[in-house]
């Protein structure tokens, strides 16, 4: 069973500062893995598909790179409005979530 | 634009049967190559997908679910839905409707607001 380890759990940060956050996969399943941002109360949304393609309407801020059993997610300038958990996800025999990372003030 | 609302009773009594209902606008749960999913997030926790049904009518459960999930689609309604029987108090969660769409790889680009299902007696 793959398994989808993010790290770090928490990441404190400020506006203005670069966040980088990981996805290490147990096993390569695929080159392609998705990110998610969700804000309290609201659904996820799909931030990055297939490792570094960034959804619509996704600013450019957001980028995404990796391959193998490691990906990385981004956020070159950190907005206010970024401060959220972070899920990757991929699909093997069924789809999985890392755990997620929590970006705070 | 495609839209996907969540109905369905929000408080279930153990060993009773959770059902929930997705409907879709903007976009038909028939046509194209789109996987429409269920997602949970028990309360504090992650996200975790416990099945969906392809366009063709295909389901594919969470193995950790298989046995109690049953993902069928009402293509006259536009809609699909979800019944999980036997459920316990591990079964509260708040209960996304998704697409899953494949781009090279398979990933959610729509979601619906999501509803809190609580199983209480």
């Known amino acids: 069973e793959t398994v989808l380890t993010q790290s770090p759990a928490t990441l404190s940060l400020s506006p203005g500062e670069r966040a980088t956050l990981s996805c290490r996969a147990s096993q390569s399943i695929s080159n392609y893995l998705a990110w998610y941002q969700q804000k309290p109360g609201q659904a996820p949304r799909l931030l990055i598909y297939d490792t570094s393609n960034r959804a619509t309407g996704i600013p450019a801020r957001f980028s995404g790179s990796g391959s193998g059993t490691d990906f990385t997610l981004i956020i070159s300038s950190l907005e206010p409005e970024d401060f959220a958990v972070y899920y990757c996800?991929?699909?093997?025999?069924?789809?999985?979530f890392g755990q997620g990372t929590r970006l705070e003030i | 634009q495609v839209l996907l609302q969540e109905s369905g009773p929000g408080l279930v009594k153990p060993s009773q049967t959770l059902s929930l209902s997705c409907t879709v606008s903007g976009g038909s749960v028939s046509h194209g190559t789109y996987y429409w999913s269920w997602v949970r997030q028990r309360p504090g926790k992650g996200l975790e997908c416990i099945g969906y049904?392809?366009?063709?009518?295909?389901?594919s459960y969470n193995p950790s679910l298989r046995g109690r999930l049953t993902i069928s689609a009402d293509t006259t309604k536009n809609q699909f839905s979800l019944k999980l029987s036997s459920v316990t108090a591990a079964d509260t969660a708040v209960y996304y409707c998704a697409r899953g769409q494949l781009f090279g790889e398979f990933a959610f680009d729509y979601w619906g607001q999501g509803m809190l299902v609580t199983v209480s007696s």
């Open positions: 049904i392809s366009n063709s009518g295909t389901p």
């Open positions: 996800q991929q699909r093997s025999d069924r789809v999985i």
